[in-house]
């Protein structure tokens, strides 16, 4: 399969101007121009979210589609790979987000524009348990990079979460993969990029 079509998914309090978001936007409009690439911002509530991924999705074609997703994002495109069947790319990705992120109920900032706030709502945790796959076979192949070094989420968690990903287990790192760059080839080569 050749990935035509591929969707990034951006971590809680992040954006599409999150490095590796940038980086692999880059490297996908530098060494695979043909392929429709889609970052978006996604909104505070998970079933928004949700929302809005199926319908800016929805022409797209389901046997070349894949997608990727960091943290928060991570989670979201496991059950994004659910719904279309495609192959996903998992970066620490969020396993428990529900449990997690319950202390995140209020008022946030943005981590790359301190100026944009939005509110997490109460009702976003049951918003995440009604997307969770967690008991769910893999619905296509999966590529997950976790890293020990994570200080946000704990990489046994991860680990334990995709037992029939190709995984990329790092030494050290952290939650924002710092090394990104580095894994992009490993990436391409997995979505056969276009």
Not at 2 to 27: I, V
Request: proline residues 8%.
């Amino acid at each position: 399969m050749t990935t035509t079509h591929l969707l990034y998914l951006h971590g809680f309090r992040s954006s599409p101007q999150s490095a590796k978001a940038r980086q692999m936007a880059a490297h996908v409009a530098a060494q695979h121009p043909g392929v429709n690439w889609w970052c978006p911002q996604l909104p505070p509530s998970p079933r928004a979210a949700a929302e809005m991924l199926l319908a800016g999705t929805a022409a797209w074609p389901q046997a070349t589609t894949a997608v990727i997703g960091s943290s928060l994002g991570g989670f979201y495109a496991s059950w994004f790979a659910q719904q279309r069947r495609c192959p996903s790319v998992l970066l620490n990705p969020a396993v428990f987000p529900a449990r997690d992120l319950e202390k995140y109920i209020g008022a946030q900032t943005a981590w790359h524009d301190p100026a944009l706030q939005f509110f997490f709502k109460p009702e976003y945790i049951a918003e995440l348990q009604a997307l969770d796959t967690n008991a769910l076979p893999a619905a296509a192949p999966e590529l997950a990079f976790i890293a020990k070094g994570d200080e946000v989420l704990d990489w046994r968690e991860m680990l334990a979460r995709y037992p029939q990903a190709q995984v990329a287990l790092l030494e050290g790192g952290d939650h924002a993969l710092s090394d990104f760059a580095q894994h992009i080839p490993r990436i391409g080569r997995f979505l056969a990029l276009g």
